[in-house]
T-cell receptor, first 109, second 113 residues
Framework: RKEVEQDPGPFNVPEGATVAFNCTYSNSASQSFFWYRQDCRKEPKLLMSVYSSGNEDGRFTAQLNRASQYISLLIRDSKLSDSATYLCVVNFGNEKLTFGTGTRLTIIP | DVKVTQSSRYLVKRTGEKVFLECVQDMDHENMFWYRQDPGLGLRLIYFSYDVKMKEKGDIPEGYSVSREKKERFSLILESASTNQTSMYLC????????????FGNGTRLTVT
């Protein structure tokens, strides 16, 4: 089983819709969680950290469910510019961050 | 703004060549990382370094080595390039602690023929 698993998609969503995707992780001792965004042929960039209490940044909401070992990302009122691959990233309490393979999202006009 | 610069955007090398990939960061970050990214496999950690002259193996270190002689520079070395090392290579850095956000360079697309 992969340490960090994501549905690769693609998710094809009409503009203005709400979309959500999850990421599961294998280690219950995991300490830190993040969502990164990667545009086509570009480097990954931090989208948001995921806190135990959940957090919101504009149209984006991230949540953590420790009991079921998953994190989620919700995007409301989706824009064309939201089209990207979203990478789930987990720190298992060691020196490195482990990346999921990413979920590809395409927003359709 | 943090800048992580990789020396080459595209590189084509022959099997058996020794290849150097250079990475420089300008934010005095302690930690530097080398990843490779392949379709369906995501980003996989090759090596990382938390201080000058220190290095640690990541998940897939075989066939690679690294060098960190100065804090701002982290080099990835392919001792004898092979076709299965054709990939996108991404350098990243962050400060303390280890789980602080990573800042990536824009990648080097290496093709080994």
């Amino acid at each position: 089983r992969k340490e960090v698993e994501q549905d690769p998609g693609p998710f094809n969503v009409p503009e203005g819709a709400t979309v959500a995707f999850n990421c599961t992780y294998s280690n219950s001792a995991s300490q830190s969680f993040f969502w990164y965004r990667q545009d086509c042929r570009k480097e990954p960039k931090l989208l948001m950290s995921v806190y135990s209490s959940g957090n919101e940044d504009g149209r984006f909401t991230a949540q953590l469910n420790r009991a079921s070992q998953y994190i989620s990302l919700l995007i409301r009122d989706s824009k064309l510019s939201d089209s990207a691959t979203y990478l789930c990233v987990v720190n298992f309490g060691n020196e490195k961050l482990t990346f999921g393979t990413g979920t590809r999202l395409t927003i359709i006009p | 703004d943090v800048k992580v610069t990789q020396s080459s955007r595209y590189l084509v090398k022959r099997t058996g060549e020794k290849v150097f990939l250079e990475c420089v960061q300008d934010m005095d970050h302690e930690n530097m990382f080398w990843y490779r990214q392949d379709p369906g496999l995501g980003l996989r950690l090759i090596y990382f370094s938390y201080d000058v002259k220190m290095k640690e193996k990541g998940d897939i270190p075989e066939g690679y080595s690294v060098s960190r002689e100065k804090k701002e520079r982290f080099s990835l070395i392919l001792e004898s390039a092979s076709t299965n090392q054709t990939s996108m290579y991404l350098c990243a850095s962050n400060g303390i602690p280890f789980n602080s956000p990573l800042h990536f360079g824009n990648g080097t697309r290496l093709t080994v023929t």
